[in-house]
């Protein structure tokens, strides 16, 4: 069992940028792949970015690409999500999940992922 707490979502205008932040709780976070995923009203669940388990792999949605960069810090069990250049259409609720088992390779797949958080609601203003 691991808790995972998203928090940093807000209200932003266009063009800014929000820094999201995923606490995990559990003594074996470092050996989790970990990804962002998102949900606008209306549509399904989709990928945005995933990690790792060391942080030395990442991968990104095409739409995301360039302007998201995800990282991690395993001493404080945190995956972060750095938003820039942010749109109107990257509104939505995101979420953070944890692939646990050990060592797995990161992947864009919602169904590889066994832990969820609650969720942040991001909305960017045009």
């Known amino acids: 069992q691991v808790q995972l707490v998203e928090s940093g979502g807000g209200l932003v205008q266009a063009g800014g940028s929000l820094r999201l932040s995923c606490a995990a709780s559990?003594?074996?976070?470092?050996?989790?792949?970990m990804g962002w995923f998102r949900q606008a009203p209306g549509k399904e669940r989709e990928f945005v970015a995933t990690?790792?388990?060391?942080?030395?792999?990442?991968y990104y949605a095409d739409s995301v690409k360039g302007r998201f960069t995800i990282s991690r810090d395993n001493a404080k069990n945190t995956v972060y999500l750095q938003m820039n250049s942010l749109k109107p259409e990257d509104t939505a609720v995101y979420y953070c999940?944890?692939?646990?088992?050990?060592?797995?390779?990161?992947?864009?797949?919602?169904?590889?992922?066994?832990?969820w958080g609650q969720g942040t609601q991001v909305t960017v203003s045009s």
């Open positions: 559990g003594r074996t976070f470092k050996t989790y792949a």
């Open positions: 990690i790792n388990f060391s942080g030395s792999t990442t």
């Open positions: 999940a944890a692939e646990t088992a050990p060592f797995r390779a990161p992947v864009r797949s919602l169904y590889e992922y066994d832990n």
